[in-house]
């Protein structure tokens, strides 16, 4: 499974990105989806994921600001983040579940200025 994001970038707080995940390659039998972040100096954590049947989970610190979703024809999951603020900058990577093994994608950096 290969997986490559796009959509990071810089914003100032308050402002609105769209992350986009475009999975290929073996893409039979994928479930889960969704993205974690790591700030720098900090770890890896979970930010949102989707089920196969389009279940959410967020966060708590980005629950009412964040949404995740997902397009099974396009093999895309997408993160809409809005209201962001000076803590959401980070490297933001796409993962899927797939028979119990996660693949991951490249990462792609968020930047929020105040």
């Known amino acids: 499974v290969q997986l490559v994001e796009s959509g990071g970038g810089l914003v100032q707080a308050g402002g609105s990105l769209r992350l986009s995940c475009a999975a290929s390659?073996?893409?039979?039998?994928?479930?889960?989806m969704g993205w974690y972040r790591q700030a720098p100096g900090k770890e890896r954590e979970l930010v949102a994921t989707?089920?196969?049947?389009?279940?959410?989970n967020y966060a708590d610190s980005v629950k009412g600001r964040f949404t995740i979703s997902r397009d099974n024809a396009k093999k895309t999951v997408y993160l809409q983040m809005d209201s962001l603020k000076r803590e959401d900058t980070a490297v933001y990577y796409c993962?899927?579940?797939?028979?119990?093994?996660?693949?991951w994608g490249q990462g792609t950096q968020v930047t929020v200025s105040s």
């Open positions: 993962y899927a579940g797939r028979f119990n093994q996660l693949h």
């Open positions: 390659g073996s893409i039979f039998g994928i479930n889960a």
């Open positions: 989707i089920s196969s049947g389009d279940s959410t």
